[in-house]
Structures are given as C-alpha cells and as structure tokens.
C-alpha cells in the first residue's frame, strides 16, 4: 500500500507569509507525528495526534505554529508569519497504534525555505 | 533534559561490520529504543527496535544492556548502499528524541 505522502514537497515563502504543510498518513495509522528537521541535525519532535486528539504539542517552537487533523487521517501543519528560522525540512510519520512508542512510517519531508 | 548523544561519523569499507553506540541515560523505564536510516531528501527509515538485551533482524542487530543507559546497533557486511545518516529515538522524560544522527560512509 501506499506510504505518508507530503505536499509540497518544496515550499519557498517570503517572511511573513503563511504556510501549509499537508500530510497524509498510511491509511488506518492511529497516531500521527510532526517533526522539524533543520540541516545536519536530527528530528525535533512538533506535535502527536491520536487519530483527531492533539495529545501533545509541546515541541511547537511558537504560537505562529498550529497543527490539526480535523477527521483523524490527514494532517495539516500551518506556520504563520514565516521567519527564516522557520526554514527547515517538515517531517510527517504515522504508526499503527496509539501512542508514542509504536514503529513510526515517514514521508519524504517538505523543504521550507523562507527568504 | 536527558540528551541522546551519538558519534557524529563513521567510515567503512564494504564488507565490514559498522558498529553505532547511542547514549541514552534517562530513557523511560518503558520505552524501546529505536533505529532509522535516512538517506538524503527522503525521511527516516525504520531499522530495528528493542527493548532490552539483544534483537536481530534481517538486516542490523540491536544490542541493549542492562542498564539501558545505551544501545548498539550492529550492521554486517556493509555495502556501498548502506552509507546514510543513521538516527537512535528514545523516548525519556515524556519527550520522543532522536540523536542527531550517525553518517556513515561505505567505500569500496
């Protein structure tokens, strides 16, 4: 089946401009996870989803960060007023199960760059 | 905030046994530890977990000992294809956190 997909893949904004990130997760997948990758580092965990319930959100950098899955599968990940310590690549994962320690799946990421 | 902490880069030749030790001192009494490999423009790929002593799968070996404080992941035979950047998660203290990676290079 098919894996987590992103969109877009690439995202160039101006500061100040407002971004939305997509994800769609493996079909079925209970949890849902947001990480910021910045260049030469590891995942910074965002936010954790069970199916629509935001269960944590304490990696948010700022409030201009706000994540939602309205309906338990797709996932929106929106950044207002891009600062260009924003620029980074977006990681989506999804796991089977609830909670946090589940294999997680990931999709391919969006560069945000903000100029 | 329990730090994870692992060798920024390994090298290697093809064919030989690449050997990563992740340090995790405060990993939840319940948490496994986990693997990814990533290769560049892609996202993490799962490679094996464990919770305690040793798990082998088809492609690494995960080495944990008792006091869980640190793991190895163990992987045989190297070839060319397995040069990435190598990632443990942990999850201590309430927090999901990766190390920030292993680069591995694979020359012939």
């Known amino acids: 089946g098919a894996g987590v997909s992103q969109s877009p893949r690439y995202k160039v904004a101006k500061r100040g401009q407002d971004v939305a990130l997509r994800c769609d997760p493996i079909?079925?997948?209970?949890?849902l996870f947001w990480y910021q990758q910045a260049l030469g580092q590891g995942p910074e965990f965002l936010t954790y989803?069970?199916?629509?319930?935001?269960?944590?959100k304490s990696g948010l950098p700022s409030d201009r960060f706000f994540a939602e899955r309205p309906e338990g599968s797709v996932s929106t990940l929106k950044i207002q007023r891009t600062q260009q310590e924003d620029s980074a690549v977006y990681l989506c994962?999804?796991?089977?199960?609830?909670?946090?320690?589940?294999?997680?799946?990931f999709g391919p990421g969006t560069r945000l760059t903000v100029l | 905030l329990a730090k994870t902490t692992q060798p920024i880069s390994m090298d290697s030749y093809e064919g030989q046994e690449v050997n990563i030790t992740c340090s995790h001192n405060?990993?939840?009494?319940?948490?496994?530890i986990t693997w990814y490999q990533q290769f560049p423009s892609q996202g993490p790929r799962f490679i094996i977990q464990?919770?305690?002593t040793k798990v082998t799968n088809e492609v690494a070996s995960l080495f944990i000992p008792a006091d869980r404080k640190s793991s190895t992941l163990s992987l045989p035979r190297v070839s060319l294809s397995d040069t990435a950047v190598y990632y443990c998660?942990?999850?201590?203290?309430?927090?999901?956190?990766f190390g920030a990676g292993t680069q591995v290079v694979v020359t012939p």
């Open positions: 989803f069970q199916n629509e319930a935001q269960l944590d």
């Open positions: 994962a999804s796991s089977q199960v609830a909670g946090v320690l589940d294999t997680q799946y």
């Open positions: 464990g919770y305690k």
């Open positions: 998660l942990v999850y201590s203290w309430g927090k999901l956190q």
């Open positions: 079909s079925g997948h209970v949890s």
């Open positions: 405060n990993i939840a009494t319940n948490d496994y």
